[in-house]
């Protein structure tokens, strides 16, 4: 069996500027920022990117390099408003697909079983339907006749998320009480990229921990990347929570002086600055 | 409206807080709703849902606020993440009170931007899951400062559905909408919004002053239910000691 160990670097190597991009997580909570660093540091740019968004929308957007964003949201959790993603929609630079959690979901479930659609009760009658012209909607071919939005596949080139355990393989596991939806990306995705705490045996993965803790299997993985502390400053339950510290002075501060201090060298000098700062 | 023959109440209970009615008055949201998943947002409408599985609708399901199911005492009875979250919704199997930085006279909310949605003068959070909760199981609205910028005449997005837009929507309902001043429903013949009660103290001139369209105000407007003196002391002792419900509304 292969062995898809990479670096972040690496991995962020195979993204090329103008991809659609699936980022894994959920708001503030497991995001694969490790991976989000990386890109931030590669020429990789004019992207699409499809996450419940949280601070890793906010970064790519304040570093330019988001040509348009799907989402039904993006917050940091415990600070409501990502302060980069609001100041970008007010300047009115950002192209947004803006639909709702379930639609999402379901998009990527589309995408994931090869659909070109699944019909979701949700969007008709609201604006969600105005900003997004392009929505089609079906009717029931059976007697109750309702009608549904067409909820196009959510396809995408790559995925990015991070989970807290993985073996070299690819085989993920998430240890926390959620597994957001990061199955779901890497199965929407051509080519998915699965950061990690810990890379341990695959028969570690299951010593202390229920089988159905393996959440992404490796028959949807391309590379997988040990990056401990790879989902700071988001929550990466039970391994550690968020640092709300850290994420109030990353809302704070204005982005150039926090990609100065904070983003300026490789990973290991990101997570060298944050333990000065603590 | 003849509020001042029931002034007489406020004197029967005269350390009841402005917060205290609004948790009763979002409690009573969940009264009846049996064997469902309560999902309020907010600090008030959180100890309201924690009232009501407390008295009168012990069968309600409540989550930690992440993806467990919890009892009132914290013992985890189930397992809910964001995917089977989402599909419960679907099922209708839930009751959610949501907040609103805008609802118009037919319940339409907006939490996504304000002004224009192409550049918003403010971009808010999105529409989130206003759009399916609102097709798919009852959506009340929790508003703790009720004001002409809030209740408007339009929403400038509209991501939860109001009864205009819902159309007739099979499993669309809003039972109601709790405000710092007031409770609200649409049993009206055109559905718009309604004042239903008056929290003690509050004025029907007041509560016409704060909303930004013309209000369906009854000849008699109650006011919102005292609360039992065992619901106050499960609200002040056991469900939110630390009153964090002041927070929302003050005094």
Same mark, same amino acid.
């Given at each position: 069996?292969?062995?898809?160990?990479?670096?972040?670097?690496?991995?962020?190597?195979?993204?090329?500027?103008?991809?659609?991009?699936?980022?894994?997580?959920?708001?503030?909570?497991?995001?694969?920022?490790?991976?989000?660093?990386?890109?931030?540091?590669?020429?990789?740019?004019?992207?699409?990117?499809?996450?419940?968004?949280?601070?890793?929308?906010?970064?790519?957007?304040?570093?330019?390099?988001?040509?348009?964003?799907?989402?039904?949201?993006?917050?940091?959790?415990?600070?409501?408003?990502?302060?980069?993603?609001?100041?970008?929609?007010?300047?009115?630079? #950002?192209?947004?697909?803006?639909?709702?959690?379930?639609?999402?979901?379901?998009?990527?479930?589309?995408?994931?079983?090869?659909?070109?659609?699944?019909?979701?009760?949700?969007?008709?009658?609201?604006?969600?339907?105005?900003?997004?012209?392009?929505?089609?909607?079906?009717?029931?071919?059976?007697?109750?006749?309702?009608?549904?939005?067409?909820?196009?596949?959510?396809?995408?080139?790559?995925?990015?998320?991070?989970?807290?355990?993985?073996?070299?393989?690819?085989?993920?596991?998430? #240890?926390?009480?959620?597994?957001? $939806?990061?199955?779901?990306?890497?199965?929407?995705?051509?080519?998915?990229?699965?950061?990690?705490?810990?890379?341990?045996?695959?028969?570690?993965?299951?010593?202390?921990?229920?089988?159905?803790? #393996?959440?992404?299997?490796?028959?949807?993985?391309?590379?997988?990347?040990?990056?401990?502390?790879?989902?700071?400053?988001?929550?990466?339950?039970?391994?550690?929570?968020?640092?709300?510290?850290?994420?109030?002075?990353?809302?704070?501060?204005?982005?150039?002086? $926090?990609?100065?201090? $904070?983003?300026?060298?490789?990973?290991?000098?990101?997570?060298?600055?944050?333990?000065?700062?603590? | 409206?003849?509020?001042?023959?029931?002034?007489?109440?406020?004197?029967?209970?005269? &350390?009841?807080?402005?917060?205290?009615?609004?948790?009763?008055?979002?409690?009573?949201?969940?009264?009846?709703?049996?064997?469902?998943?309560?999902?309020?947002?907010?600090?008030?409408?959180?100890?309201?849902?924690?009232?009501?599985?407390?008295?009168?609708?012990?069968?309600?399901?409540?989550?930690?606020?992440?993806?467990?199911?919890?009892?009132?005492?914290?013992?985890?009875?189930?397992?809910?993440?964001?995917?089977?979250?989402?599909?419960?919704?679907?099922?209708?199997?839930?009751?959610?009170?949501?907040?609103?930085?805008?609802?118009?006279?037919?319940?339409?909310?907006?939490?996504?931007?304000?002004?224009?949605?192409?550049?918003?003068?403010?971009?808010?959070?999105?529409?989130?899951?206003?759009?399916?909760?609102?097709?798919?199981?009852?959506?009340?609205?929790?508003?703790?400062?009720?004001?002409?910028?809030?209740?408007?005449?339009?929403? &400038?997005?509209?991501?939860?559905?109001?009864?205009?837009?819902?159309?007739?929507?099979?499993?669309?309902?809003?039972?109601?909408?709790?405000?710092?001043?007031?409770?609200?429903? $649409?049993?009206?013949?055109?559905?718009?919004?309604?004042?239903?009660?008056?929290?003690?103290?509050?004025?029907?001139?007041?509560?016409?002053?704060?909303?930004?369209?013309? #209000?369906?105000?009854?000849?008699?407007?109650?006011?919102?239910?005292?609360?039992?003196?065992?619901?106050?002391?499960?609200?002040?002792?056991?469900?939110?000691?630390?009153?964090?419900?002041?927070?929302?509304?003050?005094?």
């Amino acid at each position: 069996m292969s062995d898809k160990t990479m670096t972040a670097d690496e991995a962020v190597g195979r993204l090329m500027s103008g991809m659609t991009l699936g980022i894994g997580g959920w708001g503030s909570r497991r995001k694969p920022m490790a991976l989000v660093r990386a890109l931030l540091r590669s020429p990789v740019t004019d992207l699409t990117l499809v996450s419940y968004g949280g601070p890793d929308v906010g970064m790519l957007v304040a570093a330019g390099r988001v040509r348009k964003l799907v989402t039904a949201f993006v917050t940091l959790d415990s600070i409501p408003l990502e302060p980069h993603f609001r100041a970008a929609r007010e300047r009115g630079e #950002l192209e947004l697909t803006e639909i709702d959690e379930a639609m999402f979901m379901w998009g990527l479930r589309a995408a994931a079983n090869r659909l070109p659609f699944l019909p979701v009760r949700a969007g008709i009658g609201s604006d969600v339907m105005r900003v997004n012209p392009g929505l089609r909607t079906v009717t029931s071919p059976y007697e109750d006749g309702e009608r549904f939005v067409a909820m196009p596949a959510l396809r995408l080139d790559a995925a990015l998320v991070h989970v807290n355990r993985a073996d070299r393989q690819g085989n993920g596991q998430y #240890l926390g009480p959620d597994p957001y $939806f990061d199955d779901l990306f890497c199965e929407a995705a051509d080519a998915a990229y699965v950061s990690c705490e810990r890379i341990v045996d695959t028969a570690e993965l299951t010593k202390a921990a229920a089988p159905q803790s #393996l959440l992404v299997k490796r028959h949807t993985v391309t590379g997988v990347v040990e990056a401990p502390n790879g989902a700071h400053f988001t929550s990466c339950a039970p391994d550690y929570g968020r640092d709300e510290a850290f994420q109030k002075r990353y809302a704070t501060t204005p982005w150039p002086e $926090f990609a100065a201090r $904070f983003l300026a060298g490789d990973e290991q000098a990101y997570q060298a600055a944050v333990r000065e700062e603590t | 409206m003849k509020a001042g023959a029931l002034e007489g109440r406020e004197t029967d209970a005269p &350390d009841v807080t402005r917060a205290e009615y609004c948790v009763v008055a979002c409690a009573e949201a969940w009264r009846g709703a049996g064997e469902v998943l309560a999902s309020p947002m907010g600090l008030v409408p959180s100890v309201g849902a924690r009232l009501a599985r407390h008295t009168f609708a012990p069968d309600l399901l409540l989550t930690d606020g992440e993806a467990l199911l919890v009892g009132l005492d914290g013992t985890v009875e189930g397992w809910l993440p964001y995917r089977q979250h989402l599909a419960l919704v679907t099922g209708g199997r839930r009751h959610v009170m949501m907040g609103a930085s805008q609802i118009d006279r037919y319940g339409n909310q907006n939490i996504s931007c304000i002004g224009d949605w192409a550049r918003p003068a403010r971009q808010l959070l999105g529409v989130r899951g206003a759009p399916v909760n609102t097709l798919n199981n009852p959506t009340s609205y929790w508003i703790p400062r009720h004001s002409r910028r809030v209740f408007v005449e339009k929403v &400038d997005m509209v991501c939860g559905v109001g009864y205009d837009h819902a159309a007739g929507a099979r499993h669309h309902r809003i039972p109601r909408v709790v405000s710092d001043l007031g409770v609200f429903d $649409f049993a009206t013949p055109d559905r718009s919004m309604r004042l239903a009660s008056l929290h003690p103290g509050v004025s029907v001139e007041e509560v016409r002053e704060a909303t930004g369209f013309a #209000l369906v105000v009854p000849d008699e407007v109650p006011y919102t239910r005292e609360p039992t003196a065992e619901e106050l002391r499960l609200i002040r002792t056991v469900i939110d000691p630390h009153n964090t419900r002041a927070q929302e509304v003050g005094a």
